[in-house]
């Protein structure tokens, strides 16, 4: 698919206009439950998605839904996903027009709440949901730019110190790009909401918190021993 009239490239510090100001609400980012739990607070979406980096992609296939869990890169205002040239999402975002219809979600699990009854049972999380139509990006310096925010996505500083795709491994990955404009965010945070009957109840209540942490590196077999673990790893 062409990328005729488009949009600026953005760099990896670059943000796009209006900043600041939330996303719009639409039809399809309005929650049906829980609306007071739901935020269009630009920042915060991009607090949310720039601290993970596997998202999952929705889309329609012959008819049926698939969701398929992927690695994905921001740069400003903009989600990148890639993959080999024969996937059949990056391959229908190309060949239809205006491009694929997709929905993109990324989730963060901060704590398990237990209540004393099992109904209000809980956990505390950060969500961001995307809707919008998802294509191919050709330009070949978007691409880089896309590749490179997708490694760094997982590692900050680790498409400095790894050799770029050449060639041919260029030639056998696809590049799909989605705009952030219809987005929220939701958040639920605090502990459990235990009806007032069943305060006294003899059941434990309260928060299991949840942490991401990093194990020490473990280098490859065959690496140089005087190749030092970059200060990229150790600040993980």
Not at 30 to 45: F, H, I, Q
């Amino acid at each position: 698919m062409s990328d005729t009239a488009m949009p600026e490239i953005l760099t990896p510090d670059s943000t796009g206009p209006s900043v600041a100001a939330p996303y719009e609400p639409t039809d399809r980012t309005v929650p049906s439950r829980g609306r007071e739990r739901a935020t269009y607070d630009r920042e915060l979406v991009h607090s949310v998605l720039d601290s993970a980096y596997l998202c999952h992609l929705g889309f329609v296939r012959d008819g049926a839904p698939v969701v398929l869990p992927t690695l994905f890169g921001r740069v400003g205002e903009r989600l990148y996903v890639h993959g080999s040239t024969g996937s059949r999402p990056l391959l229908a975002a190309g060949r239809t027009d205006p491009g694929l219809a997709v929905c993109l979600t990324v989730t963060h699990v901060d704590g398990l709440v237990l209540a004393r009854s099992a109904f209000h049972h809980s956990m505390n999380y950060r969500s961001v949901v995307v809707h919008g139509t998802a294509r191919t990006v050709t330009d070949p310096e978007e691409r880089r730019i896309a590749l490179d925010a997708i490694v760094d996505q997982v590692v900050p500083g680790r498409s400095q110190d790894s050799r770029p795709a050449d060639a041919r491994e260029l030639a056998a990955t696809a590049v799909i790009r989605l705009d952030l404009d219809e987005v929220s965010a939701k958040v639920r945070t605090g502990g459990p909401n235990d009806d007032p009957d069943d305060v006294a109840l003899p059941h434990w209540a309260g928060v299991v918190p949840l942490t991401r942490g990093y194990a020490v590196p473990v280098p490859a077999d065959d690496l140089d021993p005087a190749i030092a673990v970059p200060e990229y790893l150790t600040a993980l």
